[in-house]
């Protein structure tokens, strides 16, 4: 349920309405935009009768929301949603580009990844330290040794830092190195670990599952917030369909559709969506051009010998080329990007 003010509603109106929900064992969001106020209540609205709240003052109108999600909904925050990231920031006015290999390997690697990649006008450096692989023997990262070259990395070039973390335990060291933490799609759906990511206190990206409906994925994102952690940030990284041309079908619907239903933030990642480095600088564009907030790209030194996802990796050169191709999808839909 929600509260619509009238414009320009009294304070002491606002706060009026607030206490009676509060009171009664509710949680509210307040949503203030520069006429009228919105208040969402969170809980068990059969408690409330709708027909006292009327008699608040100021009070223009109230409104059901049917969709299980609360938090995360537009009707409740009509706004987009801006989320700093380190000295960055993702939201409606910029398009942001997090770049960096799949897995950390070595030290000297993830400089001279970081190094090129803020050349080329990223300002997110990615990196695995714990890598959730289908096959139990392949490359599972560095872990806590991953995460501190990570930090230096940040350190020496500026950028803000976002790895995926598959547990408690990893946030436990996360929250000490990076600046947002990243639940990858086969933990969409993890709920300890969603409500982990949480508490954390650092900004989260969300994955979409592999099988995951939109309303799945908000609810998902439902739990994070439930936390007291508002800066949470969505990442549409393709879904498994029947098609075997590319590693997973980019639904680029997902971002129209996600503007419509929700006030944060949504990125595209081309890399893991298509699985081919051949595809990326396209779906990228295509990205950019239906109002993904910023892009989650691989780019690696050496992608014919990386440990993890190599064929879907950028070189430099392919990175700073798409860098500059992006440029003029950015001036029509009125984002800025500077390299």
Same mark, same amino acid.
């Given at each position: 349920?929600?509260?619509?003010?009238?414009?320009?509603?009294?304070?002491?109106?606002?706060?009026?309405?607030? !206490?009676?929900?509060?009171?009664?064992?509710?949680?509210?969001?307040? !949503?203030?935009?520069?006429?009228?106020?919105?208040?969402?209540?969170?809980?068990?609205?059969?408690?409330?009768?709708?027909?006292?709240?009327?008699?608040?003052?100021?009070?223009?109108?109230?409104?059901?929301?049917?969709? !299980?999600?609360?938090?995360?909904?537009?009707?409740?925050?009509? #706004?987009?949603?801006?989320?700093?990231?380190?000295?960055?920031?993702?939201?409606?006015?910029?398009?942001?580009?997090?770049?960096?290999?799949?897995?950390?390997?070595?030290?000297?690697?993830?400089?001279?990844?970081?190094?090129?990649?803020?050349?080329?006008?990223?300002?997110?450096?990615?990196?695995?330290?714990?890598?959730?692989?289908? !096959?139990?023997?392949?490359?599972?990262?560095?872990?806590?040794?991953?995460?501190?070259?990570?930090?230096?990395?940040?350190?020496?070039?500026?950028?803000?830092?976002?790895?995926?973390?598959?547990?408690? #335990?990893?946030?436990?060291?996360?929250?000490?190195? %990076?600046?947002?933490?990243?639940?990858?799609?086969?933990?969409?759906?993890?709920?300890?670990?969603?409500?982990?990511?949480?508490?954390?206190?650092?900004?989260?990206?969300?994955?979409?599952?592999? @099988?995951?409906?939109?309303?799945?994925?908000?609810?998902?994102? #439902?739990?994070?917030?439930?936390?007291?952690?508002?800066? %949470?940030?969505?990442?549409?990284?393709?879904?498994?369909?029947?098609?075997?041309?590319?590693?997973?079908?980019?639904?680029?619907?997902?971002?129209?559709?996600?503007?419509?239903?929700?006030?944060?933030?949504?990125?595209?990642?081309?890399?893991?969506?298509?699985?081919?480095?051949?595809?990326?600088?396209?779906?990228?564009?295509?990205?950019?051009? @239906?109002?993904?907030?910023?892009?989650?790209?691989?780019?690696?030194?050496?992608?014919?010998?990386?440990?993890?996802?190599?064929?879907?990796?950028?070189?430099?050169?392919?990175?700073?080329?798409?860098?500059?191709?992006?440029?003029?999808?950015?001036?029509?839909?009125?984002?800025?990007?500077?390299?």
């Amino acid at each position: 349920m929600i509260i619509v003010m009238k414009p320009n509603a009294a304070p002491q109106s606002i706060q009026a309405v607030v !206490s009676y929900i509060e009171g009664n064992g509710l949680s509210v969001h307040l !949503s203030r935009g520069e006429e009228v106020t919105i208040i969402g209540i969170v809980g068990d609205k059969s408690r409330l009768s709708a027909e006292n709240l009327t008699v608040y003052k100021d009070v223009d109108r109230i409104m059901p929301v049917t969709e !299980s999600y609360k938090l995360a909904n537009k009707k409740f925050h009509p #706004e987009p949603t801006s989320v700093k990231v380190g000295c960055t920031v993702i939201g409606p006015d910029n398009l942001t580009v997090m770049a960096g290999p799949c897995a950390v390997e070595t030290e000297d690697q993830l400089m001279t990844i970081a190094r090129a990649v803020k050349e080329s006008g990223a300002t997110i450096l990615r990196g695995g330290a714990y890598k959730p692989r289908t !096959s139990p023997y392949s490359f599972q990262g560095l872990e806590e040794e991953g995460l501190r070259y990570m930090q230096e990395a940040a350190r020496e070039t500026g950028l803000a830092t976002i790895c995926e973390v598959v547990s408690t #335990e990893a946030i436990e060291a996360a929250v000490k190195y %990076v600046d947002m933490i990243q639940i990858g799609a086969r933990n969409m759906q993890n709920f300890i670990l969603l409500k982990e990511a949480g508490r954390s206190g650092l900004p989260v990206l969300l994955k979409r599952g592999l @099988c995951a409906t939109v309303e799945e994925w908000l609810n998902a994102a #439902e739990y994070i917030m439930s936390e007291g952690n508002e800066s %949470v940030v969505l990442c549409e990284r393709g879904i498994r369909t029947f098609e075997t041309a590319t590693r997973n079908t980019l639904d680029i619907s997902a971002v129209p559709v996600m503007k419509e239903r929700t006030h944060l933030p949504i990125i595209v990642d081309p890399s893991h969506s298509t699985g081919s480095y051949k595809y990326v600088p396209s779906m990228a564009k295509a990205a950019v051009a @239906c109002g993904a907030d910023g892009l989650m790209i691989e780019v690696h030194n050496d992608p014919a010998h990386a440990m993890s996802d190599g064929p879907q990796s950028l070189t430099f050169a392919k990175f700073d080329k798409l860098t500059r191709e992006l440029q003029p999808f950015c001036d029509i839909v009125g984002r800025a990007f500077r390299r």
